[in-house]
């Protein structure tokens, strides 16, 4: 994980038959990136997030799915909600997530128009990824949306996934979406410019952290698991997605989501 892990495994992506290979990214773009503390969405990040996606898949063979949160956020600006449903009120905080999701891919769709890209939602539950039939059908999905150019943005199914509105914020799946469809690199947008020793935002002491190997990761995440200051500032969930990532030679890199250029 970086800054950069450069320990890569085989790419999956090389073609022996002549064929361009492909490149393909996952960009995980996180609440705090799309939203602003006041809950209003924050249109400079997503101009840039787009501008950025929109680059890329002017190079030749690259391809990009999108990995985004926020639907809950939307929801509550699309309802005129003050405050985000409580942790208690689950079916609250899923019926907000749906309206919330129509919102938030609408805005995607507006935005990628105006570079004449199209895009496709995907709304996927962890239990997609166990069932061999609802696995292969997404991945082949997929594979013929960025075959045809189109780019795939992926959200977890609020309506009916009930770890997602608890824990997290997408990174697990995004990294499931990588190693799935064979992707080269993963980006997690996140609201720090990389990963730290201690969440930033509380301790100014923090010391970044630029890059990682597979047995950092490992010896990381154990550290997670039990009580301690990786368990904060939303690192943990980032920590597990890395480690998904890197063990599949998927090189994963945590950046700023205000500065989406760093891609």
């Known amino acids: 994980m970086s800054g950069s892990d450069h320990e890569h495994g085989s790419h999956h ?5 002549g064929e361009e290979k492909r490149h393909l ?39 990009v799915i999108i990995v985004t949160s926020a639907a809950v956020g939307f929801g509550c600006l699309k309802l005129n909600l003050a405050t985000r449903p409580r942790s208690d009120q689950l ?52 594979n013929e949306l960025l075959n045809m150019g189109v780019i795939p943005i992926i959200n977890e199914n609020d309506c009916i996934c009930v770890d997602e509105l608890r824990f997290g914020d997408n990174d697990t799946l995004s990294a499931l979406v990588a190693v799935s469809c064979n992707a080269d690199k993963l980006f997690l947008l996140t609201d720090v ?12 002491d923090a010391k970044p952290i630029r890059e990682l190997t597979s047995v950092d990761l490992a010896k990381l995440d154990v550290e997670v698991a039990g009580d301690s200051q990786w368990g904060t500032g939303g690192m943990a969930t980032k920590l597990v997605a890395a480690r998904t990532a890197v063990a599949a030679g998927i090189e994963c890199i945590l950046t700023h989501g205000a500065k989406p250029n760093k891609v």
């Open 13 to 17: 992506n090389h073609r022996d038959d």
């Open 91 to 142: 079916s609250l905080k899923q019926a907000v997530a749906a309206a919330g999701q129509s919102l938030l891919i609408r805005l995607y769709e507006d935005l990628f128009n105006a570079y004449n890209l199209k895009v496709a939602q995907i709304l996927l539950s962890r239990s997609d990824f166990s069932a061999k039939d609802r696995f292969r059908n997404f991945r082949n999905a997929a």
């Open 193 to 204: 410019d990389c990963l730290y020793d201690k969440n930033p935002h509380e301790f100014p």
């Open 25 to 63: 990214i996952v960009l995980k773009v996180g609440t705090s990136t799309l939203m602003k503390p006041c809950h209003t969405v924050n249109m400079a990040n997503m101009g840039g997030l787009v501008d950025l996606v929109a680059s890329i898949m002017r190079l030749p063979g690259y391809q």
